[in-house]
């Protein structure tokens, strides 16, 4: 069995379009092939700019998205009520190495899903996705 097969058979997976919104080239790879790995459809923005203008374009086709906090352009504080304007129900999962409790508790507040917290681990992100994703 191969790592990848490896990892289907122990990790939650799924069908679902996720957009991963992070400026590190190093994530992109890790965390697409993962994701990939796993199931889902990635879309990549590499600022918050470039996902409010991805999200925006693509009503009803983005199941979840993955945002890191700390970002030039566009930071993940205010790319997340852009992404709530556009959508009130839409499922953001925080993502970052850097930022304070306050920060996340708020967004947390605000209607952010889950905290995922730098560096990722593939389990961690495979079962928060599922529970965000079925989460009614």
Known sequence: MNPSEKLKS???G?????????????????MIEALQTLGYSVILAENGLDA???????????DCVILDMIMPKMGGHN?????????????????SGYVSQEEVDDL?????????????????????????????
């Open 108 to 136: 947390l507040k605000q209607g952010a899903k889950a905290f995922i917290p730098k560096p990722h681990r593939i389990s961690d992100i495979a079962k928060e996705l599922r529970s965000v994703l079925d989460a009614k």
């Open 52 to 62: 409010v203008e991805i999200y925006r374009s693509n009503p009803g086709q983005i």
């Open 10 to 12: 122990k990790l939650p």
């Open 14 to 30: 799924g069908t679902e379009t996720i957009m991963l919104v992070d400026d590190q080239d190093a994530i992109w790879d890790f």
């Open 79 to 95: 790319t997340f009520y852009q992404l709530k304007t556009l959508n009130p129900d839409v499922k953001v999962i925080l993502s």
